[in-house]
């Protein structure tokens, strides 16, 4: 993962932040003493072969985990965009709600149309804020 945080005004306070964003197969949450929550993440992946030879299209999950911090009033936007080699192929924007002082998650699908078989990169940030670059790279098929 890449972060960039090129536009930001020194002295600027972040108050909502992406922790982590990664493509993944599965999630699932529990419940362990304290109450505390464990996010368990399977299947965490940066490339995959192709279902079919290209042209095709996939439809990876992202993940991205998101903290708020206590002062914050945990609302935002939370926006994907999807390059390949600089040019934007898809775009995901969505609504964010953090409970203050808390983390929280959300799924990104989009659906990615690969001539050739290479790299994308999916662009998330919060509000304006730093971006978290994430690639995802389609292979050729086994």
């Known amino acids: 993962m890449r972060f960039t945080d090129d536009h930001l005004v020194p002295g600027t306070v972040i108050h909502m932040e992406i922790v982590a964003a990664v493509f993944i197969e599965n999630i699932e949450l529990r419940s362990v003493e304290g109450p505390s929550t464990r ?6 992946h940066f490339s ?19 903290r708020c911090s206590p002062e914050a ?5 939370l926006e994907t965009v999807f390059r390949r080699d600089g040019e934007q192929i898809a775009r995901n924007v969505q609504p964010l709600q953090v409970e203050p002082g808390k983390f929280a998650y959300r799924l990104v699908r989009a659906e990615l149309a690969f001539e050739d078989y290479g790299t994308i990169e999916a662009e ?9 670059t994430v690639p995802f790279t389609l292979l050729e098929p086994v």
Request: avoid cysteine; hydrophobic fraction near 50%; charged fraction near 10%.
């Open 124 to 132: 998330v940030r919060i509000d304006m804020g730093p971006v978290v």
């Open 39 to 44: 996010i368990d993440l399977t299947g965490v």
């Open 48 to 66: 995959m072969a192709a279902p079919s030879p290209v042209p095709t299209s996939i439809e990876p999950h992202l993940l991205v985990l998101v």
């Open 73 to 77: 009033s945990g609302t935002g936007a």
